[in-house]
């Protein structure tokens, strides 16, 4: 089992920034798939961004340019940098960790964007 802790959600401008973390613990993978998704009141979860073992990235197109993935393998932690955030941008964020066998996810953490 993996365990996914997710942090730094909240309440920000139109325009302004967040970044979240998600932390792994538990029986770690060498071969995993990090993958932030995000779910909107009333509609299906969507990939926002994911990130391989050797940082090839994929973006979904309306945060192209505004987000940005990062990981740190030796912290097993996934980041997600969000600019020029939009109020389309609300929802709750969820942290993915993908091996093999298995798709673990974090508990999600929510991303309110409103003036």
């Known amino acids: 089992q993996v365990q996914l802790v997710e942090s730094g959600g909240g309440l920000v401008q139109p325009g302004g920034s967040l970044r979240l973390s998600c932390a792994a613990s538990?029986?770690?993978?060498?071969?995993?798939?990090w993958g932030w998704y995000r779910q909107a009141p009333g509609k299906q979860r969507d990939m926002v961004a994911t990130t391989t073992r050797r940082s090839l990235t994929n973006y979904a197109d309306a945060v192209k340019g505004r987000f940005a993935i990062s990981r740190d393998n030796a912290e097993n932690t996934v980041h997600l940098q969000m600019n020029s955030l939009k109020p389309e941008d609300t929802a709750i964020y969820y942290c993915s960790y993908r091996t093999a066998d298995a798709e673990y996810w974090g508990q999600g953490t929510r991303v309110t964007v409103s003036s």
């Open positions: 538990g029986r770690l993978s060498t071969f995993y798939v």
